[in-house]
């Protein structure tokens, strides 16, 4: 059976990051294919993925990660620079991370229209 967990943006915002990755962490060792709201900073990611690393194992085989951000592409500075101020004072962060145990998430393709997961038959 193939479980998602939908993580919403303010369970997250605000956690230390060692909270944060131990609990992305842990619904993955459950074989839960996670869809976080919003994206994960990039030193945040860098971290999930050091800290999976260390944790591979004959039962764990490590995390497939894919985020992606769903705001409409500006070419306006002066639009560009008033988003990210939002963001910055609002501590919001568009977008979808999917993270998933690589034992049944074989890959994560993305492009600008859509996001496919294709996972693998858990019996082999």
Same mark, same amino acid.
């Given at each position: ?49 050091? $800290? ?19 705001? $409409? ?8 620079? *008033?988003? $990210? ?5 609002? $501590? ?31 019996? *082999?």
């Amino acid at each position: 059976m193939l479980t998602l967990q939908y993580i919403p943006y303010h369970e997250l915002v605000g956690l230390p990051l060692d909270d944060k990755i131990k609990k992305i962490l842990k619904s993955v060792k459950d074989d839960r294919i996670i869809l976080i709201e919003g994206r994960l900073a990039p030193f945040e990611e860098s971290e999930l993925i050091k $800290r999976t690393m260390e944790q591979i194992d004959r039962k764990f085989k490590g995390i497939e990660i894919c985020s992606v951000d769903y705001g $409409r592409r500006e070419t306006d500075v002066i639009e560009i620079l *008033r988003k $990210r101020l939002a963001h910055f004072l609002l $501590r919001r962060n568009e977008g979808l991370t999917i993270i998933g145990p690589a034992t049944l998430v074989k890959e994560i393709k993305k492009d600008p229209n859509k996001i496919e997961l294709l996972t693998l038959d858990k019996k *082999r």
